[in-house]
């Protein structure tokens, strides 16, 4: 699975090389003074202004939709603007000197490169790429297994709440419906049943707030307790037939012969014998 | 006086027949005095100073010696049996031999090399590679069978019907189980357990019968299949180095008498000396391929075989040890979609650790999990010391030992399934890779901590408790499962099926290492315990107080873990739990070996023997034949006694009858060769004709290795028994001799750094007065137990 996302991002970086040569009408709030004089690598300059700009805005995002967890759903602009922006950079080609050169990998803090890792491995972690269809690698859209997914949790929460404002112990009865048709739906999503490597971080979470809510908030699990009386008694008596067979082997098992021991042949032992003849 | 004189002569016609003493005394007797008064007088007073004639029940030199009773209960671990034969590793200097250098010269040296190390590549390959198959098989029956269970639990566990998937899950293993186990028990009873104890009495000297058999391989790969399918707690660890053992028996020998095939290569190599070297590099290829240990597997056949350091083996040895761990690791990379990563190094991965950084003052604590180690394995050793007596005394036909196997396969479901049921300790899902999360009473979204441990193969289950982060398990359900685990892999062992203990020591020892861990945190709880460092330690010091095996198990250990820098805290835990668990009993493979009653010889000779004599260790009536002798003598001797090397003497000077002489040594000759010389009926009627014995050479005696026919599957027709063979040309005329004086320490460092069958015990003028074989040392054996130490002598049985 994880191969498929890497093939999926090289595909991504590949169609956007394509389009390196995007206008840029970012404002430049700043320029580095060092550079300032050098009127050819301005238009890098320009670059990394705005990539700090979007580095900053899908940062705030993220810290903003942390919890619950929704930033792969509302940070999706932030984030092809931060992507888009740092392969400009990287590919970027001005009189036959590319910003990639001037901006990463100079120095030992490498912050440029630094900073765009840190930031994009929170979106990395979270498996929001996921959460998208990329057929169109310049505008991703939500997948429709996360649309029908959020369709189904509004549903159920709907729900919910519904019955929680009229009555509480009702929700487990009333809600069940759709709550398994959520949990079933959610299982599908991934190979391995528990999502934890495939499935995007926003749908993750919903799922696991809902479950929590359900099974403790509202207790709607405790119907899987029973005391199983059949189930102890097969314990039970499969338990005691080892000690059964033990006993029974113990005490009516054949009696055997016991082997005998060899006598064995030494010299004080001939010594002795030959004695006795003499006497004899 | 007379009645004692009867007994005694008796004991003595006994010793030398398998037969009852019952009802053929009056025909051994009437045997031996045939055989007396032709060339046997034995009393011939000679100046032995200490001829003393205190009773012979009385050990002389202060050895516990107990009132040999007639019957002895079986399951003693204080008796040999007589059975047991010894290898030749000593090499039979005769004409034949010589001839044969002499004809093929330097360039069949150097070919016979280049072949050793060609069959040490293939026993490196093919061990690898029966480790493979035998690890897939593992893992892809496991993984249907737990799949299956799970269906199966989540859908009746809302029907208030759990005891339908508790019922598949018994019955899955008692049916898997019932399989290997009807195996063992019918088809080959060899292959039940490790077999690590009979692999290292192979390697002692021992020739266990059918250990190294292309049969009991069969059994043995299917057997651990079935056993750790079948849910059993047992490893396949242990199995991997007796298949390694086999595999190199079976094609240093290029033939297999299983399925009477000869490929008519490496005729050279069939003798016990090549096939035990053989062998040796075998089981160490099996421990590599076993634990991804290469150095280890070395060792292993070092410390448990190989009598001197053999610098040449250890060499191939080594060479082979890594061929198997890199098949091995380029097949299951393979296997796993990572083609070229070789990740897996061998059949037990303990995850590669990090090394742990410790202080001066834990070591204490190393140490004090090295005696509760000891003390568990001591414990451990005990239980399965009585079991395993039980078993000898009350579970003797096979059917019942397959019953007994189904049964404790169907406990171990049992409290696999109620743990799981009883104990609710739920958790996160997704936390760690979970192959089958088990929802059981837990909320939606978690998992049942326990379920996941039964439902995996042990190996997994020890990576978990070694990686797994601090209160990953709730402390009460570790307990829980120390408390059972420990019990039903000690009542595993000794079963009828082949598993190992490795792995359920291991998983044993990682949880109560754990359990300690989370103790340590709970009572300081500002600092930071790091679980794993803990529970390796507790899983080396389980398993060291078990095996207690000393530099192999470390070595392993560490080459498991990838982690030289942990070796200081694995040394110090192995050594103090060996000491710890050699204060209350001995190891778990010297246990069976003992109850085996084999004939093991120890590192060391006793301690404060040197007032033993070789004229006491010996067996003294010594039955010699005569450098031209004749076949009637020879074929009669032959049936009367079990003996397996004859001293051949000079004929005496004079026919007389009553002076009784001992003869003057010429050489040994063994019954394998004089079966084979027999067989080819290399004799003549007339003594005085010349030999013409040209066609014979060595490959006649290597054709029928190593199972040569009785004496009475031979038919000799009455007037071939008086022809004469001469023995001279066959015989090892310098064979290694003691003087009869030679004391007991002496003759054991003889015996046993050569790897001696027969020691034969001369008096002054070279004359042969005593034999000491392999039983007749064995039996001095050294105690050392609850801070007390001694020597005992044991008793012999050819009924064992």
């Known amino acids: 699975m994880n191969g498929f996302y890497l093939a999926l991002f090289f595909i991504l970086q590949y169609s956007m090389k394509l389009k390196a040569d995007i206008p840029n009408n970012n404002p430049q709030n700043w320029d580095p003074p060092y550079l300032s004089k050098d009127p050819e690598p301005m238009n890098c300059t320009t670059i990394v202004n705005a990539f700090a700009q979007y580095a900053s805005d899908l940062t705030r995002c993220s810290i903003m939709y942390a919890r619950p967890i929704t930033l792969c759903e509302n940070c999706i602009k932030e984030y092809m603007n931060f992507h888009t922006k740092y392969q400009e950079l990287l590919t970027t080609v001005v009189n036959g000197t590319s910003c990639k050169s001037m901006f990463i990998s100079q120095d030992r803090l490498d912050a440029v490169l630094e900073y765009h890792d840190n930031i994009l491995s929170i979106w990395d972690k979270g498996h929001c790429n996921a959460c998208y269809d990329w057929s169109n690698p310049a505008a991703p859209t939500l997948s429709n297994q996360t649309v029908h997914f959020n369709t189904l949790y509004k549903e159920t929460n709907n729900c919910i709440q519904k019955y929680t404002a009229e009555n509480k112990s009702e929700v487990c009865n009333k809600c069940m419906q759709e709550y398994l048709q959520l949990d079933d739906y959610y299982k599908t999503l991934s190979e391995d049943a528990v999502g934890v490597d495939s499935i995007c971080m926003d749908v993750f979470d919903s799922m696991n707030a809902t479950r929590s809510t359900w099974s403790k908030t509202y207790n709607c699990c405790k119907l899987r307790r029973s005391p199983e009386i059949i189930f102890l008694c097969c314990a039970a008596i499969i338990s005691a037939l080892p000690l059964f067979y033990y006993i029974m082997l113990r005490y009516c098992g054949p009696i055997r012969d016991f082997p005998n021991v060899l006598k064995q042949s030494r010299f004080k032992q001939t010594i002795l014998r030959s004695i006795n003849r003499r006497i004899n | ?800």
């Not at chain 2, 050294?782 to 064992?800: A, F, Q």
């Open chain 2, 1 to 800: 006086m007379s009645q004692s004189s009867n007994s005694i002569a008796d004991g003595t016609a006994s010793s030398i027949s398998n037969v009852e003493t019952t009802s053929d005394t009056a025909q051994l007797l009437s045997h031996e005095e045939v055989a007396s008064t032709s060339n046997h007088q034995f009393n011939k007073p000679i100046n032995f100073e200490d001829s003393d004639d205190d009773d012979e029940i009385h050990g002389s030199h202060g050895i516990r010696r107990r009132q040999p009773p007639q019957k002895i209960e079986p399951g003693s671990l204080n008796i040999l049996s007589a059975k047991y034969e010894s290898l030749d590793y000593d090499t039979c200097e005769n004409h034949l031999l010589l001839d044969e250098e002499r004809k093929r010269g330097y360039p069949f040296f150097v070919w016979k090399d280049i072949a050793r190390w060609f069959i040490i590549l293939l026993i490196g390959i093919v061990t690898a590679l029966i480790a493979f198959i035998i690890d897939i098989c593992i893992e892809e029956f496991s993984k249907i069978k737990y799949r299956e269970l799970k269906k199966s639990v989540d859908k009746y566990v809302l029907l208030d019907r759990l005891y339908i998937p508790y019922l598949l899950w018994v019955l899955s293993n008692i049916c898997i189980v019932f399989i290997g186990s009807m195996l063992v028990a019918y088809v080959e009873p060899v292959a039940a357990g490790s077999g690590i104890p009979q692999v290292k009495c192979y390697l002692n000297g021992v020739k266990v019968p059918r250990v190294v058999r292309i049969k009991t391989l069969l059994v043995k790969a299917v057997g651990v299949i079935t056993a750790v399918v079948g849910g059993l707690a047992g490893g396949k660890e242990g199995p991997m180095i007796h298949s390694g053992a086999v595999v190199a028996a079976g094609i240093s020998q290029g033939k297999s008498t299983t399925f009477n095939k000869d490929f008519k290569i490496f005729q050279y190599f069939r003798e016990d000396h090549e096939k035990r070297d053989f062998v040796s590099a075998g089981a160490a290829a099996g421990v590599s391929a076993a634990f991804g240990a290469p150095i280890g597997g070395v060792l292993f056949s070092l410390e448990e075989g190989t009598s001197f350091w053999n610098q040449a083996l250890t060499w191939r040895t080594f060479f082979g040890t890594v061929v198997s761990t890199f098949t091995l690791n380029c097949a299951l990379s393979a296997y796993h979609g990572r083609a070229g990563e070789l990740s897996y190094p061998g059949l037990l991965n303990l995850g590669k650790m990090d090394p742990f950084p410790f202080q001066f003052y834990e070591l204490p604590v190393f140490m004090f999990f090295g005696m509760v180690g000891g003390m568990l394995g001591a414990l451990w050793n005990f239980i399965n010391y009585k079991l395993a007596v039980f078993r000898i005394r009350y579970i003797g036909t096979p059917w019942l030992r397959v019953v007994e196997a189904c049964l404790v396969a169907a406990a171990s479901a049992t409290c696999g399934f109620l743990m799981m049921f009883l104990l609710n300790d739920c958790r996160p899902l997704g936390e760690d890779p979970t192959k089958v999360p088990l929802q059981l009473f837990c909320a939606d979204g978690e998992y049942n901590a326990l379920a996941a441990i039964w439902f995996q193969t042990p190996e997994a289950s020890v990576r978990s408790f070694l990686h797994d982060p601090m209160g990953s398990y709730k402390p009460w359900s570790i307990l829980v499962f120390v408390v059972c685990y420990f019990l039903l892999s000690t009542w595993t062992f000794g079963l009828s099926v082949s598993s190992g203990l490795f792995i359920p020591n291991l998983l044993t020892g990682a949880a109560w290492g754990r359990l300690l861990a989370i103790l340590i945190q709970y009572m300081l709880p500002s600092n930071t315990i790091n679980p794993a460092k803990y529970a390796l330690v507790g899983a080396a010091a389980q398993l060291g107080g078990v095996v207690r095996m000393t530099i192999s198990l470390t070595v392993i250990i560490i080459e498991t873990t990838g982690q030289i820098s942990n070796a200081l805290p694995i040394i110090i835990t192995l050594v103090v739990a060996k000491w710890t668990g050699d204060f209350f009993n001995e190891g778990i493979y010297d246990i069976h070996i003992q109850l085996a009653a084999v004939p093991l010889l120890p590192w060391e000779p006793p301690p404060l023997a040197h007032n033993i004599y070789a004229s006491e260790v010996m067996s003294h009536p010594v039955f010699t034949l005569r450098t031209v002798e004749n076949v009637g003598h020879i074929v009669e001797l032959l049936k009367l006694v079990s003996y397996n090397g004859f001293p051949v003497v000079d004929p005496p000077l004079a026919d007389v009858v009553e002076i009784t002489t001992y003869k003057r040594l010429r050489g040994v000759i063994l019954r394998s060769q004089l079966i084979v010389l027999l067989q080819n009926k290399i004799y003549n009627e007339n003594a005085n004709t010349t030999w013409s014995n040209l066609n014979v050479d060595m490959n006649m005696f290597r054709s029928e290795y190593p199972r040569y026919p009785s004496i009475d599957q031979l038919e000799i027709a009455d007037w071939e028994k008086t022809c004469t063979m001469d023995l001279r040309p066959f015989m090892n005329p310098s064979p290694y001799t003691l003087p009869h004086r030679a004391s007991l320490p002496r003759l054991f460092r003889l015996f046993r750094a050569l790897g001696l069958r027969h020691l034969p015990i001369v008096n002054d003028v070279n004359e042969v007065v005593g034999m000491v074989t392999r039983k007749d040392i064995a039996r001095y054996r050294v105690w050392r137990h609850r801070g007390h130490m001694g020597m005992e002598e044991l008793i012999l049985s050819s009924e064992i």
